[in-house]
């Protein structure tokens, strides 16, 4: 076994099935079958598990998988070293983020970062998928959740409070719900998961309620949602940072505040892999994001 054999086997299972590990690699999908199938025969034992659709380690294939990690990543970090000895931080961060956390708090945070590493390239994903994250050639991932896989390193950016709010033009000519058990039948606006019913989870002291909601305008798209609510068209429950800026103005009222709300989860999170090399452009961009986090009074190291 040499250090190409094990670097295949990294490929493939980071790849997630063979076809894929055979883009990565610029090879045909049998000569990357062909390579493995000698692997584990000097091996003697099965590494991966395969299916028609994904490839998953056995227990041993695990434990090569993660010497080969190391290994491949030492060799990254060193030809990192000798290439960029003397020259101002380089490199590329491919990063996935919420629409609407994005767009209204990271950006500003993404233009800092760009104007202080100008050779660094930015590529930012807006999106708020969560299956699979690192499976799509992503170095950073952020999400909103209630607990973060425990596969993946998760950097915690702060607590995210929902609100129930309204415009106050309809605040002022619908009322606002008082009760948690009104948001039944109120007109919300809000996210959801797709195929899911959607529900919210609501906090009082020690105390957890749920309510099922049946909202009336659903979207993925946040920065729609805060003008659906500023157009009156309902009761919104959102993130705070969605209409932070509409509530400061008064023209935007909460209700509820008694009680803390939560539908996809109460916290931020930055996820990474564990084991995956990181280079100086992508460790750079971790600690500047979690210093204006915790500077923002949002995250904290």
């Not at 990690?69 to 380089?90: C, D, K, M, W």
């Not at 002022?172 to 919300?188: F, I, N």
């Not at 023209?251 to 931020?268: K, N, Q, Y």
Request: hydrophobic share 45%.
């Amino acid at each position: 076994m040499d250090v190409n054999e094990l670097t295949l086997l990294v490929e493939i299972l980071d790849a997630g099935n063979l076809s894929e590990a055979a883009r990565r690699l610029k090879m045909s999908r049998a000569n990357v079958s062909y390579h493995l199938n000698q692997l584990e025969k000097s091996v003697g034992l099965q590494l991966v598990r395969r299916t028609t659709r994904r490839v998953e380690p056995t227990e041993l294939g695990l434990k090569l998988y993660e010497h080969g990690r190391s290994i491949q990543n030492a060799l990254l970090a060193a030809q990192e070293s000798v290439s960029t000895l003397g020259q101002r931080l380089q490199g590329r961060v491919r990063l996935s983020v919420p629409s609407g956390y994005g767009q209204l708090v990271m950006s500003e945070w993404l233009i800092a970062f760009k104007r202080e590493y100008p050779d660094i390239v930015l590529d930012v994903m807006f999106e708020n998928r969560v299956e699979d994250l690192m499976r799509d050639e992503v170095d950073i991932a952020v999400r909103v959740m209630p607990e973060p896989p425990p596969s993946l390193v998760a950097r915690d950016m702060g607590p995210v409070r929902y609100v129930a709010c309204a415009s106050s033009a309809y605040a002022g000519e619908q009322g606002m719900p008082t009760r948690l058990e009104e948001l039944r039948v109120a007109p919300v606006i809000t996210a959801t998961v797709v195929g899911k019913q959607t529900r919210v989870a609501a906090y009082l002291d020690d105390e957890r309620h749920e309510v099922m909601l049946e909202p009336s305008l659903i979207s993925e798209n946040f920065l729609f949602l805060r003008e659906a609510i500023l157009a009156g068209l309902g009761v919104g429950i959102v993130p705070d940072y969605v209409v932070m800026e509409d509530m400061r103005r008064g023209e935007v009222v909460t209700a509820l505040d008694e009680w803390r709300l939560s539908i996809f989860g109460t916290h931020m999170y930055m996820l990474y892999m564990p084991n995956r090399h990181h280079t100086r452009a992508t460790l750079a961009f971790i600690e500047f994001m979690l210093d204006r986090a915790q500077k923002a009074g949002r995250g904290r190291r």
